[in-house]
C-alpha cells in the first residue's frame, strides 16, 4: 500500500470549497492508501503566532468536521503536528537545503505575502523567518512519514515542488534515502463563492461553512449573486452566469438541474424560488454531515481518542523515518 500524506491548517472550520476542493478527494482514497492526516497547528501558527486560541480551538474543530464528512478514523491517521518533534528537527536539517532566494519565489507563498500585508508590511518587508520557511518545514511534513503520494489544489503544486527539490538535494548529498512525493491533483476546480469570486474563502466572506444553520444558509442563500440581466420573475436569463444555478449542480440531483436550467432559460421560473429551492437542497446535503457532527461535539473525548490514537501511530512512523536520516547524516550518537 502506497503511503499519502496530506495536511490542513487548523485556522477556522470547513467551508464548502475545502469540501468539494479536498476533504471529497480525501473520503474517496481512504482505503487504498496508508493515509496520514495532519492537524498543521505549527504551520497555523506562522500567520496565526499572536493568537494560539483561535488554532488549538480548530485542531479539535476541524477534526470533527473531518470525521463528519466520512473520514474514517479506522483508515486514517489524524495526528498534531506539534506533538511530532520529528518534524521540527527535520525541518532544521533542511533549511541548510534550501536558499532564501529560493524562498522568496515560491509562488505559494509570494502570493499569501500579499495577502497578508497587516502582519508582513506592503511589500513583504516584515516578513517572519517562520513564514518565509514554512515551504521547508511541509516538506518535513511528507517526507517524515515518506509520503507518496500528496492530494493538492493547484495552490499546493509550488510547495510540492518545493518539497522534491530538497528531497533531491539531500539524496544527493547523504544517500538515496528520502522519496520524492507525487501529486493528486483535485479533480473538482475551486469553487467559487456565493458573490461569483472564483475563490470560497472566510477572508472573503462569500463562504457556506458545514456547520452553518438553516437560518444562516437562508440568509447567505438568499443574497447570492444571479443573472444581472433578469429582472422579472419571466425573464428569460443564463443559468451558466448564476450562482444559484452553480450550487445547485453542486449539492442538487441532476433530474432536478435539468428542469431549473430549463425553466431558468425558458423564463419559466423565478430567482426567489430557485434560491429556495438551493436551501432545501442545501440543508438536505448538510444534514447528515451535521448529525455526524453532532455526536461528536457531544464526545469530545472520542475527538481526542482519534488524534490521541493517530499521533501516536504517526510518531513511531516518524520515529523510525529520522533513524535513517540521521545515519546517513552522520548525527547519529
Ligand atoms: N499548506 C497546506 C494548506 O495550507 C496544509 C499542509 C500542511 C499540507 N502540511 C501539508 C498539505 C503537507 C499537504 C502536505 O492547506
New binding site residues.
Given amino acids: 500500500m502506497k503511503t499519502i ?5 487548523p485556522t477556522g472550520n470547513l467551508h464548502l470549497g475545502h469540501y468539494f476542493g479536498a476533504g471529497k478527494t480525501w473520503r474517496e482514497n481512504q482505503e487504498k492508501y496508508d493515509f496520514y492526516l ?1 492537524i ?1 497547528d505549527v ?1 497555523a501558527l506562522t500567520d496565526n503566532f499572536d493568537n494560539p486560541e483561535k488554532v488549538r480551538t480548530n485542531v479539535y474543530e476541524i477534526t470533527k468536521d473531518l470525521i463528519a464528512i466520512g473520514l474514517d478514523p479506522k483508515n486514517i491517521h489524524f495526528f498534531i ?1 506539534s506533538k511530532i518533534p520529528e518534524i521540527a528537527e527535520l525541518t532544521v536539517f533542511y533549511s541548510n537545503l534550501v536558499t532564501v532566494s529560493r524562498l522568496q519565489r515560491n509562488p505559494t507563498v509570494k502570493t499569501e505575502i500579499s495577502q497578508k500585508k497587516e502582519l508582513f508590511g506592503n511589500n513583504g518587508e516584515s516578513i517572519t523567518y517562520g513564514f518565509l520557511g ?1 515551504p521547508v ?2 516538506a518535513a ?2 517526507t517524515c512519514f515518506e ?1 507518496e503520494i ?3 489544489g493547484d495552490d ?1 503544486l509550488p ?2 515542488e518545493q518539497c522534491r527539490e530538497i528531497v533531491r538535494k539531500f539524496n544527493s548529498i547523504y544517500g538515496n534515502i528520502l522519496k520524492e512525493p507525487e501529486q493528486l491533483l483535485s479533480k473538482t476546480p475551486r469553487i467559487k463563492g456565493l458573490d461569483g469570486n472564483d475563490k470560497m474563502g472566510k477572508s472573503l466572506g462569500n463562504a457556506i461553512y458545514l456547520v452553518d444553520d438553516e437560518k444562516t444558509i437562508h440568509d447567505k442563500i438568499m443574497k447570492a449573486i444571479t443573472d444581472p440581466n433578469k429582472i422579472k420573475k419571466d425573464d428569460k436569463a443564463n443559468p451558466e452566469i448564476c450562482m444559484v444555478y452553480y450550487y445547485h449542480k453542486l449539492v442538487n440531483n441532476e433530474d432536478n438541474n435539468k428542469k431549473i436550467c430549463e425553466e431558468c432559460k425558458k423564463g419559466e421560473r423565478g430567482c426567489v424560488q430557485c434560491k429556495k429551492e438551493l436551501i432545501e437542497a442545501m440543508n438536505t446535503f448538510l444534514k447528515p454531515i451535521q448529525e455526524k457532527r453532532k455526536y461528536y461535539d457531544e464526545h469530545p473525548e472520542e475527538v481526542k481518542k482519534v488524534l490521541e490514537n493517530g499521533t501516536k501511530q504517526a510518531r513511531e512512523k516518524a520515529k523510525e523515518t529520522m533513524k535513517k536520516i540521521k545515519e546517513s547524516m552522520k548525527i547519529d550518537y
Fill in positions: 500524506l496530506t495536511g490542513i491548517r495532519e498543521a504551520q503536528q514554512y518545514s511541509q511534513d511528507i509520503g500528496v492530494p493538492v499546493q510547495l510540492l
